[in-house]
């Protein structure tokens, strides 16, 4: 069992960074691939992103490439997910989510833990 918690969202302006960070407990961390997803109003969820076990590579949707950074620290067992030049657009509930692979992609079925999410607001 992993657990996951995520922390950082909030209500921002335009243009403005953020980033989300989240906390996993439970079986060894750097096991995982960790992505990030988002779920705006009325809308499906959708991949953001995601990092392998080892930190050395990352994915991202063509939405946000070039504004959001995956990262990892295996020694604190977080995530992070740097959102830079925030849009109204961006506004959604986050979530990160856990994969048991060393890679994981942008299908939800690949992930078998998920954080409660948090919430991004951006104002325009």
């Known amino acids: 069992q992993v657990q996951l918690v995520e922390s950082g969202g909030g209500l921002v302006q335009a243009g403005a960074s953020l980033r989300l960070s989240c906390a996993a407990s439970g079986r060894s961390f750097s096991d995982y691939a960790m992505g990030w997803f988002r779920q705006a109003p009325g809308k499906e969820r959708e991949f953001v992103g995601t990092i392998g076990w080892g930190g050395g590579r990352t994915t991202y949707a063509d939405s946000i490439k070039g504004r959001f950074t995956i990262s990892r620290d295996n020694a604190e067992n977080t995530v992070y997910l740097q959102m830079y030049s925030l849009k109204p657009a961006d506004t959604a509930v986050y979530y990160c989510?856990?994969?048991?692979?060393?890679?994981?992609?942008?299908?939800?079925?690949?992930?078998?833990?998920w954080g409660q999410g948090t919430q991004v607001t951006v104002s325009s």
């Open positions: 989510a856990a994969a048991p692979w060393m890679e994981a992609g942008p299908q939800e079925y690949e992930y078998d833990y």
